[in-house]
């Protein structure tokens, strides 16, 4: 089935709209009508080729939400109308021992990207949320709890359980004091989901503007990280730290905010990795360096329900579709308040 989208055509180009090929609905596939996709930095990395595994043409978004207008035989839990979200994810082998754990992120085999993938029954690649439709299996589709403005849920689908994901995983609690570094789509999320769990935030930033946004974000403390005396009032503070920050930069400041078995979880992920850091401090305190890569889709839906009762979206800037590359080169600049989110409905194809 053919429908419209925002595509790539190569690193240099500009998006621009055209006609893609969705496949075929299968009897596990849901057919979405997308209302809203979020631009993560993700898609800007991928549209530029900066991770060198961008395959042209390539059609970016996993931050969707939709409703749902077909679904295949076998489809159980979901029904048109229905409002449904799909994030980074779209297949994976389901047969390795992470795929049985319900942690598809770290499938063996890999999993299937919902875009700049392989379509297991196509072979051809899987195109992403910048577009009027997807066709996705039912077992990576998650539900969407009423009551939340769509627009605004969007960026949950990978913001949000990026940052959900390692949170959960190391059982960040109350009263934990937690550092979230970087105030755009994952840091944002990361202080108001944080916050929300009972953690205190300290928010690390290099734009001491986005201060008084932290603070009704929920952080308790911000911290502009360029500034050496302000890092040095904040040494041994914490418990653990997620480093949301798109570029490359200088770990052993953070470090040196950790108390002793401290964590630093790295989320972002630099076109150029960030220098070594200095192994003394690791040693002496027993620190660590964790990576985490998305969250499985039982974490998604779990993300997505705690949303709900705590009543959490994204702060976002609504655009059409013509508007992306604006948004890309803004948030090039760290000037995103603090997602993009782009209305299927508004644009013109
Ligand atoms: P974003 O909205 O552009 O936010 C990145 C933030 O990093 C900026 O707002 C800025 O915050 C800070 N920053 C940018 N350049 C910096 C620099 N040179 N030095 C220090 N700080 C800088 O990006 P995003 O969508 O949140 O994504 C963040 C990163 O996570 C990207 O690399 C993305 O690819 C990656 N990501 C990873 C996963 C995963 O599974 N691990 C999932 C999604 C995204 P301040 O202005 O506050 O300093
Ligand atoms: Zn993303
Ligand atoms: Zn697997």
Aim: charged fraction near 20%.
């Amino acid at each position: 089935m053919k429908i419209n989208a925002l595509v790539a055509h190569d690193a240099a180009k500009p998006l621009s709209s055209s006609a893609i090929t969705l496949r075929p609905l299968q009897q596990q596939d849901v057919k979405i009508e997308i209302l809203y996709c979020g631009v993560c930095h993700s898609d800007l990395h991928m549209a530029r080729n900066e991770w060198a595994v961008s395959r042209y043409p390539l059609v970016p978004g996993h931050e969707i939400v939709g409703r749902v207008v077909e679904t295949g035989a076998d489809v159980m839990n979901f029904k048109p109308g229905d409002v449904v979200g799909v994030g980074v994810m779209v297949d994976s082998c389901r047969q390795c021992h992470f795929c049985q754990q319900k942690e598809e992120q770290y499938c063996e085999s890999g999993f299937v990207a919902t875009y700049n993938g392989i379509d297991k029954y196509t072979g051809d690649s899987t195109w992403g949320g910048y577009a009027q439709n997807v066709v996705v299996d039912q077992h990576f589709v998650v539900s969407v709890p009423q009551a939340l403005p769509l627009a605004g849920v969007a960026p949950l689908l990978c913001a949000g359980v990026t940052v959900w994901s390692p949170l959960r995983h190391f059982g960040v609690k109350a009263g934990d004091k937690v550092g979230v570094v970087g105030l755009g789509g994952l840091g944002h999320m990361a202080v108001k989901l944080a916050s929300a769990m009972g953690a205190e935030v300290t928010l690390f930033t290099t734009s001491p503007a986005k201060g008084e946004d932290a603070l009704r974000l929920g952080a308790k403390r911000v911290v502009v990280s360029r500034d050496a005396q302000q890092m040095a009032s904040a040494q041994t503070s914490l418990d653990f730290i997620v480093d949301c920050v798109s570029a490359p930069h200088d770990l052993d400041p953070y470090l040196a905010t950790l108390k002793t078995n401290g964590r630093l979880v790295l989320v972002g992920i630099p076109e150029q990795p960030h220098q070594s850091p200095n192994v003394t401090p690791l040693v002496n305190r027993r620190l660590s360096i964790s990576g985490s890569s998305i969250g499985s889709i039982q974490e998604t839906q779990e993300m997505l329900d705690f949303c709900g009762e705590h009543n959490i979206t994204a702060d976002i800037e609504l655009i059409a579709g013509e508007e992306i590359e604006t948004a890309f080169a803004r948030m090039l600049k760290g000037d995103v308040k603090y997602r993009f989110v782009i209305d299927m409905q508004a644009t013109h194809w």
